[in-house]
Nanobody, 124 residues
């Protein structure tokens, strides 16, 4: 089992920045991909970004490209999501997820482990 704990959410104004962290514990060798998803009220869960522990490759969904950056610190088993230029439409609960798959997926299905989520609220 892998446990994931997110932190770093909060209430900010449009244009501000936040950095989310996702700390993994437990069987930390049991995943290859770490991703971030978000879910706004009344909307479906949406893929945001993911990073491969195998080769460090990353993928960001179009709506956050140029504003959000996913990274990792393998020594701390922690992934980060640096969010700059936040917009009100970025308001959501952000979830960290880990996958044993070798390939980055935008679907939530391959992700085996999920955190409890952290709220990000962006006011206009």
């Amino acid at each position: 089992q892998v446990q994931l704990v997110e932190s770093g959410g909060g209430l900010v104004q449009a244009g501000d920045s936040l950095r989310l962290s996702c700390a993994a514990s437990g069987r930390t060798l049991d995943y290859n991909i770490m991703g971030w998803f978000r879910q706004a009220p009344g909307k479906e869960r949406e893929f945001v970004a993911a990073i491969s522990r195998i080769d460090g490759s990353t993928y960001h969904t179009d709506s956050v490209k140029g504003r959000f950056t996913i990274s990792r610190d393998h020594t701390k088993n922690t992934a980060y999501l640096q969010m700059n230029g936040l917009k009100p439409e970025d308001t959501a609960v952000y979830y960290c997820a880990a996958s044993m798959s070798m390939i980055i997926s935008r679907s939530g299905s391959p992700y085996n482990y999920w955190g409890q989520g952290t709220q990000v609220t962006v006011s206009s």
